[in-house]
């Protein structure tokens, strides 16, 4: 099984950047789909990106589009998110997760998850 450690949240102000990191470990994650979850207070879970195997194929929430990128280095067994232009609607718990056959946005459909780390975005 895949253990996933996500880094990276803190706190910014609105227009700022941050770039969350998540480290897998126990095996290679070059197989599987990955993406990116974030959970706000009182809300449900979302998706926010995901990208494929290869890092070939990636797909964003239309909240975030064009403002955060996915990406990943499969030879360092980590994936990234880089934000940019934050606002404090961004701010939530973000989850970094995996799944194998392909990639998905409903989080149910993900095996392996990451304990998160926080993003606030203050106005």
């Known amino acids: 099984q895949v253990q996933l450690v996500e880094s990276g949240g803190g706190l910014v102000q609105a227009g700022g950047s941050l770039r969350l990191s998540c480290a897998a470990s126990?095996?290679?994650?070059?197989?599987?789909?990955m993406a990116w979850f974030r959970q706000a207070p009182g809300k449900e879970r979302e998706f926010v990106a995901a990208i494929s195997w290869s890092g070939d194929s990636t797909k964003y929430a239309d909240s975030v589009k064009g403002r955060f990128t996915i990406s990943r280095d499969n030879a360092k067994n980590t994936m990234y998110l880089q934000m940019d232009s934050l606002k404090p609607e961004d701010t939530a718990i973000y989850y970094c997760?995996?799944?194998?056959?392909?990639?998905?946005?409903?989080?149910?459909?993900?095996?392996?998850w990451g304990q998160g780390t926080q993003v606030t975005v203050s106005s």
């Open positions: 997760a995996g799944r194998g056959p392909s990639m998905a946005v409903l989080p149910t459909l993900y095996v392996y």
């Open positions: 126990g095996r290679s994650f070059r197989n599987d789909n």
